[in-house]
């Protein structure tokens, strides 16, 4: 199922600092460094919908910021309501607060949220759209026995991705130690990067919701699995120093012991 939001837009020219006619080569300006997947609620990204793609349309003369999603079935009444406030907070204080950046024929333009309704839209155009990885909820909400019985399939993909993140990363970024260490014992990517290139073994460090205590169990459990303790991360550290920057003398030990 395909589910656009469109809200009406303004071009605004930043040389004169004032709403400008709509530019040739508007629509369908595509604007690939903001999909708003990484950001939907919970209650929204775990229905399956991905996507967020956004765009800039014009039809009959108006301009309009368009977002696109895509879910596995058709969403109920209530879920899209619940997409519609999502772009709605999204476009005023979200990622469009300050509009979106698009050049045309070398020149920059700015398109602008112009206020009014959210229209929601939802269509079958057919496209197949995979459930939500039932193996990296469980593991984020702490579920023991909802990750056993996923794990029992025999077909789960142990390090599929829920809004960009492995079930080992959310469970350790939600300080859920328990269904993290279940997911290395069963086989589960020690190295595997999230959207930010960092390891598990930096989120260990880096995760407030995990104790020092469980960070360094749960970081034991990834260097038996091979996970590589020197590997630098995206804040241009290694496990060791983030675990001494984020005060995790446990973790620290456990790091520093395979030097």
Same mark, same amino acid.
């Given at each position: ?30 604007? #690939?460094? !903001?999909?708003?997947? &990484? ?10 919908? *991905? ?17 696109? !999603? ?16 999502? @772009? ?28 009014? &309704?959210?229209? *929601? ?56 130690? #328990?269904? @993290? ?36 169990? *749960? ?19 290694? &496990? ?20």
């Amino acid at each position: 199922m395909k589910i656009t939001c469109r809200v009406r837009g303004a071009v605004w020219d930043p040389e004169t600092d004032r709403e400008a006619p709509i530019p040739d080569g508007l629509d369908g300006s595509h604007f #690939e460094d !903001f999909a708003l997947e &990484p950001y939907l609620d919970e209650e929204i990204a775990d229905l399956g919908v *991905v996507g967020g793609e956004i765009r800039a349309v014009v039809r009959d003369g108006s301009a309009a910021i368009q977002i696109e !999603f895509h879910a596995p079935e058709a969403l109920d009444d209530e879920a899209i309501e619940a997409l519609r406030e999502f @772009a709605s907070d999204q476009m005023s204080d979200g990622i469009g607060e300050h509009g979106f950046d698009v050049v045309l024929d070398g020149r920059g333009w700015l398109l602008v949220p112009a206020g009014g &309704p959210i229209e *929601v839209e939802q269509v079958d155009d057919g496209r197949y759209v995979p459930p939500p990885s039932a193996v990296a909820i469980a593991a984020r909400d702490g579920d023991l026995d909802g990750l056993r019985l996923a794990l029992s399939d025999g077909g789960a993909d142990l390090d599929a991705t829920h809004q960009g993140y492995t079930g080992l990363h959310l469970a350790i970024i939600y300080g859920q130690p #328990e269904t @993290a260490l279940l997911l290395i014992d069963q086989g589960a990517d020690p190295g595997k990067l999230d959207p930010s290139g960092d390891a598990p073994l930096d989120s260990c460090a880096l995760s407030s919701s995990l104790d020092d205590e469980d960070s360094a169990r *749960v970081a034991e459990a990834l260097l038996a699995a091979g996970a590589d303790p020197d590997r630098v991360g995206s804040t241009g550290g290694t &496990p060791r120093i983030l675990a001494e920057l984020r005060g995790k003398p446990k973790l620290l030990e456990v790091l520093s012991s395979r030097r």
